[in-house]
Structures are given as C-alpha cells and as structure tokens.
C-alpha cells in the first residue's frame, strides 16, 4: 500500500497527516489555510512516541497499599503496574463511589483544566465533565490560566455581554485596516501565538491582516519586552517598558491628555461612571502625586517625552488600545486591563469602527479572524449537582489547605476537603506554578485519576493512568470560534497499544455503576456525532434560513461553510452603546463603562480597589526582590508548540540547545555572566532551579531573559528541580488579586549562572517501564 492523506484538526491548524504502513510519516498543510503553521510538524513524532499510553497502569504502591495520602506520589522511579480494562473500569468506580459515600461528591476534584484537543464531541473536559456529573458531581475551577482577570474584572467594568464580546466579537483586520490609524499594543501582537486558536483553526490569516494593514498605513506602537513580538513588516515602533509596569505607562498616557485637554469629555459624561476619579488620581490630587511622563519614567524605563508624544499622536487619529493577555498573567493582572480601558475611555472611540479597546490580538489566532454567531456543536455536559468552586489558579492551594477560607470576586469561599482528582485533557505539571510544591499538593489526595494519550509528567504523578486516544485515531468534527468552515476530522491510524475514545472509557465505567443509559443516553459516538451536527444544523436554518447539508453529505464532502459569519457588526463591539446608550445600557449597576466600580470598591481589596491605580509587584525588576534575584524572566508561550503537546516532535525539537529549552538573554547580561550563545545554564531563585540552553539575542531588552513555557517537567536529577527546563519550577502561586485570583505565571525573577560538571540527562521522554504486581 502506498501512501494515503487523511484530514485533521488541532488547535494548530486544520492539515492532514500522510500515513504509510499504518504510521504517520508526514504532514501536509490544508490548500484551505493561507499560512500554514509549521506546528503540525510536530504531529509524527509525536503519535508513535514511546512516551504514548499502551494500557492502564495502576502506580505499584497504590495497588498495595490501597487509596490515601502518599507523598511519596510522582517521585522520580516511581514503578506501574499495567491492567486489563475491566480491572481499570472496576478500579475507577469503585474509588468513585468510595469517595462518594465516606466524602460526598464534593470530594471529587474535576476541575481538569486544559486545552486537551481538536474535535466537536471527542473533547476530553467535555466528556469528563459528563461522566462526573452523571455520577453525582464534583468540586470545579472558574475562569482560565489565559485571561481570568479578563473574565472577572469585565463583567463588572461592561457587563457580562460586554465581556463577551470583547472576548468573542474583536474587529477583523480588514476592519482595522480600513479605519485605525494607530493600535497601541501592550504586550506585543506576537505572531506565534496567532498560530493557535482553541478547537482547531481552518485558515490562519493574523500575518496576512497584520500585513495588508500595515501596508494600507496603519502605524504600531509594540509595548513589550520583546522586539519580535511583532513582525518585521508592521514596522511597529519598540517601545520596551519594564515588564509589570504597564498600568504606570497607561496612567502617564491618561495623565496627558488630561492636562492638554485632549480627553474626550462629552464621551467620558455621556458613556461612563468614575471618569473623575481616575482623573482625580492621575492628576495627583488623589495621593499628591501626579502620573506624569516624567513619575512614569523610571519606573517603566521608558523616556517621558516618547509617552507625552505618543499620547498626543493616540488622540489625533483612530486609536486602537490592546492589552495582551501576558500583561495580566502577573501580580496585580487587573489594573493594566482597567488602565487601558480607563485610556481608551479617554480617547472617546470606544464603540467605533476600528478604535477603542481590545484584549486578545497577538494572543490568539481568532482574533481579527470574525465570529461564528451560530455556534459550533456541542456535546453537552449536564448538570453540576455540586456548587463548590475554586479559580484555576488554586489547585495547589486547594489540596494543600483543606477547610481555609480565601476571598474570590467579592465571595469568601472554602477549599474542599479532595480526595478524589480526576484530570483529562490538561496538563498541571506543565501549566501550574511552582512545582516542588504542586507535587507536595498531589501528594494529599486519596486517588489521583489521569487520563492521557501520553505519560507526561502529570500522568507520572497519577495512581491510576488511563490511555486514550489521540485525534488521529478516531472521527471527528472541528472549527474554532469565528472560522470559515466546520471540517471532518478523519480517523488515520489504529489506536496506540489498548488506547480508547474517552466516551467509550466512561461508558466502561458508568456502566458498572448502573449509570451507562444516563451517561450515552443510549447512543454511540457515531451516533452522538450525528445528533449533534443535526442539532446545528437545525439551528443554523432557524438562525440563518441556512440549508445546510445533512450529516451523511456534511462527511462525504469533508465539511461545510458556516453561515451566518459577521465581519460588519463585530467591528465595533459597544456600537449600539455608543449609539444610544438609554436604549442600550451595558449590564453594569450604572448601565455605562464603570472606570470606578462601587461594586468592586465594596470588597475592600487593597490589591484591588475601586478604580485602577498603579500597584508595584515583587516580581519585577527594581523591586526588593530583585536585589537577590535579578533576572525578570518571562514564561511566555513557546512558538514551537502549543503549550506542552507534542515536545517531542520536528519543530518543538529543533528549537531546543542540546535538547533543552533555550533561554534567551540580551548579550549584556550573557556577558556580564560569562556565558555565551548554546551554554548550559542553570536558571534559579528561591523555588528552584532548572537547566536551559543561552540563546544570546539583542531582541531582548536588557534585565530580560525568556524561557517559554512547555519543556516536559523532568524532575530526574538531584542536582536541579528540572533537567528540562520547564519554567514553572521557579514560578509563584500568588494569584492576580484576591479579585480574579489569576495565574501571575509570566513573571518571575531568577539568576542565571553557568552550569558546570557532568550535565544529568534529560529522562522527560523516557516512560516508566511497567512492573509486575509484587504478588
Ligand atoms: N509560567 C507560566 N505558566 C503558564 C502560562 C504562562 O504564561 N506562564 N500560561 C498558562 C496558560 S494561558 C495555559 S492555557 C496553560 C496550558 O496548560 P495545559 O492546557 O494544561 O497544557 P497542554 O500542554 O495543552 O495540556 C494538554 C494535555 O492534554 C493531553 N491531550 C491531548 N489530546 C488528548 C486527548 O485526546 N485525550 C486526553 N485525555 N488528553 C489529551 C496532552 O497530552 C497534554 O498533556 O498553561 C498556563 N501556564
Ligand atoms: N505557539 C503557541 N501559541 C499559543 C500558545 C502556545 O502554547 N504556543 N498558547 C495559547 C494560549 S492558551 C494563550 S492563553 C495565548 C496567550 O497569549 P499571550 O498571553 O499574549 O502570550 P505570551 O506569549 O505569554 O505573551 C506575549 C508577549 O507579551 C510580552 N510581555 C510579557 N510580559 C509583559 C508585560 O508585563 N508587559 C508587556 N507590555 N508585555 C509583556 C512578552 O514579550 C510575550 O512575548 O497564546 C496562545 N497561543
Ligand atoms: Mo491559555
């Protein structure tokens, strides 16, 4: 036989995968994608790896000494014992209703967050979700790692609708090619991150808007620590601010177009509530000190005159303000979201074409892409018996103090006493903070149940590893938000070893617990897919008067064009507002943009008051801290995967120095330290060490280094906490605010030294060999 494409999505592009002999052997881009990202080189490598799941494993010392605490829980050499899949099934539920009964659901923690994979139904939260929730419920997290200030603090600030669309509704580029004459981007609009974008993107078009908007005269201005954190033909102006210092660079902004009369009065009376008291505080009249260019300087490392220029030149023309994602994953991540709403608000184009404020360019490949009203299909989860919730950023917390109280968006909740973790489709020991300690928390627990495609470290830390499937190996359906098209995904090869579909894992074991009618409702996969599709397509005729093609004639084409897709009314996300903002008043307490919130002022955080103020973090440059530890890394997202999936493949590898992740330094501070382009380092502070490769670079701004997230955790040695180099060994676990209790994983401060001696080897991708039971 010789060699056959199949079609597929992943959150890195719709594509296909060559397939000889039963394995893939290569990748082709989709003739659909404009701009292919080199991401899906990553997919052979890592399909046939070793480090896949061949069958259930149970960890030894849990089969023997039954379910409880083991700090002992993923310590390196840890040994599996592998089991049939009736013995997997029996073992899961039994331990379900065990905890059940001696805990209460709530004991169960089901938060599972993660990005998991591509695909309408085989969606492994989704399918997780389900099957606790059919089995009487469980403990679960609120908001992202991504953007959880966003979801928090918006809602109060605009309304939830108004959240909403800023999240799901931003301008195209065509749209910002055709009325902005400046975007103003905190955070960079890097162009790796637009690769991605959640449940599988069909056509990347962020180079090409970027591109054709630059070349039809939009001018950048790019605040970041990075110089290419935007591309060469934006032409974009550098201005690199301190990271953590956005918010005083916003007040200074906001402090000149007050004293030269350039804010916009009658839009700051007619659209919002607070405006004075923002004023009140930028001015000084607040606190005695005015946030001037001059006050911001030092503090942002950026000269005043280029901010009291740049203020006036945001004023003169149609103004786009955009606050990358990176700029609120750090300590205090709320007030450059509301500074630059507060500056926006200012400049009065808030709901005009083109202008305003924006968060999400260059964080993900959906925005400037349109919007998708009509919804996707949807595999639906049930009902939660359980109200029990913690912030995503907590899961260390939770486990570690059972029963204390901490504060969450005006609430005053109660870690859960967990006994039971159930995680799908996630990775912690990749995306939490501070490692060491992330292992002592999973430690705590009775049980902990993962179910992965590979034995990453987050699987090595599990009592009971269940395999999956991976996307190749079974059919699907996939588009993200705002797409052109709903695209069959194809099954390509057989699954790995004993590998199964998640629903069918479920299936399994809900039905030893007299629950597999409530869980498939009496259908298959198949089945299920089709009902879902049907639904859809049900909906997009009542939408839309769309005629869409059934099911059957929907796979045999390989997918269908979504309709209904907005460009014109997604441009300017509070149009109707703006028009009249009596008829149609935001969903906040006034009905307007709340630059002060009485709301939020209410809950008495002093790491988050009632308007936006400029609060310093620790972890920044010039802070105490800084004295010992005086390196600011960033943990940024890496470009040569999504997150930690698929290390191991082409591309991921080819950007690693002797098979670590690299950090990149400005030649002065490798200098200053001796080190030189591919030397091995070790990177640390008072949480723990790892080992990288130095990549010397002058994009950096001096004081700088990065080391991007996803390098498999590899706590092997004794010599470093991570022989790898995953930056989140040195990271905090301090949340935002006590309001939005946000990742702050972007920002940490480190040093940087020469490693010296004999180097302990990378063993991420050598997968526990499984052991027989000790009889
Ligand atoms: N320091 C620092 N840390 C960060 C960030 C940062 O900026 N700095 N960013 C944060 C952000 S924004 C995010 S979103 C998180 C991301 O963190 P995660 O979403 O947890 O990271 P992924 O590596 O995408 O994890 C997905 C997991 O799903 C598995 N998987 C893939 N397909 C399947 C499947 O079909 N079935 C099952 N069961 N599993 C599957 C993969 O093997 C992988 O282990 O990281 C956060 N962590
Ligand atoms: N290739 C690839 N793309 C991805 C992902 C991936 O893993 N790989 N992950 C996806 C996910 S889940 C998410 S949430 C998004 C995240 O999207 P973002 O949060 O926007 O992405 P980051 O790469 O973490 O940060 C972008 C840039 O912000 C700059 N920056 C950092 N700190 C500061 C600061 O304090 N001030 C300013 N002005 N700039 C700062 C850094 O130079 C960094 O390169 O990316 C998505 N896209
Ligand atoms: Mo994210």
Same mark, same amino acid.
């Given at each position: 036989m010789g060699t056959e494409a199949y079609p597929t999505s992943s959150h890195w592009g719709t594509y296909e995968v060559l397939v000889r002999d039963g394995r893939v052997v290569d990748t082709r881009p989709d003739p659909g994608d404009p701009d292919p990202s080199p991401l899906i080189a990553n997919a052979p490598a890592a399909q046939h790896h070793p480090t896949r799941v061949a069958r259930p494993a149970v960890r030894r010392r849990w089969l023997e000494n039954g379910p409880g605490p083991d700090p002992e829980r993923g310590a390196p050499g840890d040994a599996y014992v592998e089991v049939d899949w009736d013995t997997a099934a029996e073992l899961v539920a039994g331990e379900l209703k065990r905890v059940h009964r001696e805990h209460g659901a709530e004991a169960v923690f089901g938060g599972s967050y993660g990005w998991g994979s591509a695909g309408r139904f085989h969606h492994s939260q989704s399918q997780l979700h389900r099957f606790l929730n059919t089995t009487g419920g469980y403990t679960r997290s609120r908001a992202t790692y991504s953007h959880a200030a966003v979801e928090v603090l918006f809602p109060h600030l605009v309304g939830e609708q108004g959240a909403h669309a800023l999240l799901e509704r931003a301008p195209t580029w065509e749209a910002i090619a055709e009325h902005t004459d400046l975007i103003v981007s905190f955070g960079g609009l890097r162009l790796s991150n637009t690769w991605i974008a959640s449940g599988g993107r069909a056509a990347h078009t962020a180079a090409l808007g970027m591109r054709e908007a630059a070349a039809r005269g939009l001018r950048t201005v790019s605040v970041s620590p990075? +110089? /290419? /954190? $935007?591309? %060469? %033909?934006? &032409?974009a102006e550098w201005l690199p601010a301190a990271p953590g210092t956005d918010t005083a660079a916003m007040l200074a902004l906001i402090n000149v177009l007050i004293e030269e009369d350039l804010a916009d009065r009658d839009f700051l009376d007619r659209y919002t509530v607070g405006a004075d008291v923002v004023r009140r505080y930028a001015t000084g %009249? $607040? /606190? &005695?000190v005015a946030k001037t260019p001059e006050w911001a300087e030092p503090i942002c490392e950026l000269p005043a005159d280029t901010l009291r220029s740049l203020a006036r030149r945001m004023a003169a023309g149609r103004t786009l303000v955009n606050v990358g994602w990176s700029v609120q994953r750090t300590r205090y991540g709320e007030q450059p979201l509301w500074a630059g709403l507060a500056l926006a608000a200012c400049l009065g184009q808030i709901g005009l074409p083109g202008g305003g404020f924006a968060t999400g360019y260059g964080s993900m490949g959906r925005y400037g892409g349109g919007a998708t009203p009509g919804g996707l299909p949807r595999f639906p989860k049930g009902a939660n018996p359980v109200d029990r919730r913690i912030p995503v950023s907590h899961t260390s917390e939770m486990l570690l103090r059972p029963g204390e109280e901490f504060d969450f968006d005006g609430e005053r909740l109660t870690y859960p006493d967990i006994r039971l973790v159930a995680w799908s489709g996630g990775n912690p020991f990749h995306h939490h903070q501070d490692l060491s300690r992330l292992t002592r928390a999973f430690g705590r627990p009775d049980t902990v149940l993962v179910v992965e495609t590979h034995w990453t470290a987050t699987a090595r830390h599990a009592d009971i590893v269940l395999p999956s499937t991976t996307t190749l190996e079974r059919e699907d359906m996939a588009a993200s938000q705002g797409d052109l098209r709903l695209n069959v995904m194809r099954r390509a090869v057989a699954p790995y070893g004993e590998a199964r579909d998640e629903f069918d894992i479920y299936r399994a074991v809900t039905a030893r617990m007299g629950l597999e009618k409530e869980f498939t %409702?009496? +259908? $298959?996969a198949e089945e299920w897919m089709r009902h879902l599709y049907e639904q859809w397509r049900e909906r997009q005729r009542d939408m839309f008067g769309a005629d869409l093609p059934s099911y059957d004639a929907f796979r045999e084409a390989g997918g269908v064009d979504l309709p209904g897709r907005v460009n014109d009314e997604a441009m300017a996300a509070f149009a109707e507002f703006r028009e009249d903002p009596v008829a149609h008043p935001l969903q906040t307490p006034s009905g307007r943009i709340e630059l002060f919130s009485a709301t939020i002022a209410g809950f008495g955080y002093a790491d988050c008051p009632g308007y936006p103020i400029w609060l310093p973090g620790e972890e920044r440059l010039g802070s105490a801290r800084s004295r010992r530890w005086p390196l600011l890394l960033l943990a940024n997202q890496p470009k040569g995967r999504l997150h930690s999936q698929q290390d191991m493949g082409a591309y991921s590898a080819s950007q690693k120095v002797d098979g670590r992740a690299p950090v990149r330094m400005h030649p002065d501070d490798a200098a200053a330290r001796g080190l030189a382009d591919g030397d091995l380092v070790r990177v640390h502070n008072d949480r723990g060490s790892l080992l990288a490769g130095v990549r010397v670079s002058d994009a950096l701004r001096p004081g700088v280094a990065q080391l991007s997230t996803g390098a498999w955790y590899d706590p092997s040695s004794t010599e470093v906490t991570c022989a790898h180099g995953n930056p989140n060994v040195l990271t905090d676990v301090a949340g935002t605010s006590r309001l939005a209790q946000g990742c702050t994983g972007q920002h940490v401060l480190v040093e940087i030294e020469a490693f010296r001696g004999e180097a302990p080897p990378v063993r991420a991708f050598t997968p526990p060999v499984p052991v027989p039971p000790s009889s």
């Open positions: 990075l +110089r /290419d /954190d $935007t591309i %060469e %033909e934006m &032409g %009249e $607040t /606190d &005695g %409702e009496g +259908r $298959t």
